[in-house]
């Protein structure tokens, strides 16, 4: 299901869309926590309790060089820099409904707690080991959520003040299979990136400071109306939402 720029008029009622020149001119003036709040709201109506989450993170190359300052420092410039977005999504919808970007070099277990605390109640809650740590499981067990964050090899199952980690630890011993049936769920987290990467391209094209977090911010904010508005789009018309196109 394309969306189209009539589409996004319709949804956000204006005239025309902005073009790109216009919208990276306006990006100096826009604070990030506008977009995230931004992003609250274009999804309010796919927000819900019990929604069944995926966490995970992704790297975004920044553009740092060019044949010129290669030229001038009379050497290939090899020095490779990127943000790191981390989202959590409905699995159900594919909709990003938390996001935080950080510096590429940033671990991303600490922005698991931000990204669920934006979120209401949850269902179950899927990450793999970059995520894994007894706070991070008892938060889940907290927002009434059931966690199924990837052990590390070296887990093991005391709680440290954790009950919700034993109790994970325990179930995934008991049956591995049933419980990594469940993790991996999360996989559909990896469609999300390689959507926002094929459609958007994996490399940030602002140069300067705040852009380049507001550019990625962006590119977040237009996946999700393209998403909510194929959401919106297979409701309508009575199908599933991953029907293949033919």
């Given amino acids: 299901m394309a969306c189209t720029s009539q589409d996004i008029q319709r949804l956000f009622q204006v005239r025309r869309v902005p073009g790109h020149s216009v919208i990276h001119r306006g990006m100096g003036k826009v604070h990030m926590r506008y977009l995230r709040k931004l992003n609250t709201m274009l999804v309010q109506e796919c927000r819900r309790q019990g929604m069944d989450i995926a966490v995970d993170s992704s790297g975004f190359c920044l553009s740092e060089s060019s044949p010129w300052f290669d030229i001038r420092i009379q050497r290939e410039n090899t020095r490779k820099r990127y943000l790191k977005l981390h ?6 919808t594919g ?6 970007i950080t510096p590429g070099r940033h671990h991303e277990c600490p922005e698991f707690s931000r990204l669920i605390n934006r979120l209401p109640g949850v269902g179950t809650v899927m990450a793999d080991k970059g995520f894994s740590s007894r706070d991070n499981c008892q938060l889940v067990a907290d927002r009434h959520g059931v966690p199924y964050i990837c052990f590390k090899d070296n887990a093991t199952g005391r709680a440290k003040g954790c009950p919700a980690w034993a109790i994970s ?26 959507s926002i990467k094929q459609r958007w391209n994996e490399s940030i094209a602002s140069r300067h400071g705040w852009h380049q977090w507001r550019e ?3 590119k977040v904010l237009v996946y999700n109306t393209k998403q909510l508005l194929c959401h919106q789009r297979a409701e309508q018309n009575g199908v599933d939402l991953w029907t293949t196109a033919t």
Avoid: G, P, Q, T
């Fill in 169 to 194: 630890y325990r179930a995934y011993r008991h049956d591995d299979e049933h419980w990594m049936n469940h993790y991996h769920k999360r996989e559909s987290v990896e469609a999300v990136f390689s």
């Fill in 95 to 100: 909709i990003i409904h938390a996001f935080s």
């Fill in 216 to 218: 990625l911010a962006l």
């Fill in 87 to 92: 989202i959590a999504i409905d699995i159900a």
